[in-house]
């Protein structure tokens, strides 16, 4: 069975940086497509990065380009979010998704193509 386990959230100040972390299990399932959503409260699911790990190809939507970083690491399978210079507006419950298909530019934000989905990691900033 695929798990997909996101760590890393917490309660930070504007302007400081985090790292999340998606561990996917079992070992021998390789995603070609692993992304980074997030859902503020009262707002609906936003995909924010993704990465096609064969190609380390990266997507990232407009709100953190610049700011966050999707890297992975294939030894361990895992994929990270590098979170700098956050801000009040990144405040959110962080859900790491995976799905056998690549990314692509036209549809990695779609959330309904994603198959497995972590429970998530809170993370808060406050100024």
């Known amino acids: 069975q695929v798990q997909l386990v996101e760590s890393g959230g917490a309660s930070v100040q504007s302007g400081e940086s985090l790292i999340l972390s998606c561990a996917v299990s079992?070992?021998?399932?390789?995603?070609?497509?692993v992304a980074w959503f997030r859902q503020a409260p009262g707002k609906g699911r936003e995909g924010s990065a993704a990465?096609?790990?064969?190609?380390?190809?990266?997507y990232y939507a407009d709100s953190v380009k610049d700011r966050f970083t999707i890297s992975r690491d294939s030894a361990k399978n895992t994929v990270f979010l590098q979170m700098n210079s956050l801000k009040d507006e990144d405040t959110a419950m962080y859900y790491c998704?995976?799905?056998?298909?690549?990314?692509?530019?036209?549809?990695?934000?779609?959330?309904?193509?994603?198959?497995?989905w972590g429970q998530g990691t809170q993370v808060t900033v406050s100024s």
């Open positions: 998704a995976a799905r056998f298909t690549g990314c692509y530019s036209l549809d990695w934000r779609r959330s309904g193509t994603y198959l497995y």
């Open positions: 079992p070992s021998t399932y390789r995603p070609n497509c």
């Open positions: 990465i096609r790990p064969l190609y380390d190809i990266t």
